[in-house]
């Protein structure tokens, strides 16, 4: 199964067919679920949480 490939160009998207112009923004789906999608932004944001912290208690311990 092939990914259709996506072009935004001025404000309008349609599907990339052949060469498209430098200033297009081309995008595919992505092949995960929503909740995939969902899960993996909340283990992210707490462990770049968690990272700050440490380096705040880090900062102010000096």
């Not at 404000?11 to 297009?24: F, H, I, L």
């Amino acid at each position: 199964m092939a990914t259709k490939v996506y072009v935004s160009l001025n404000g309008a998207v349609t599907e990339a067919v052949g060469t498209q112009p430098k200033d297009a923004l081309l995008f595919a789906p992505s092949k995960k679920s929503m909740t995939q999608v969902i899960l993996e932004q909340r283990k992210t944001r707490r462990s770049n949480s968690q990272f700050i912290k440490e380096r705040l208690e880090e900062a102010f311990r000096r």
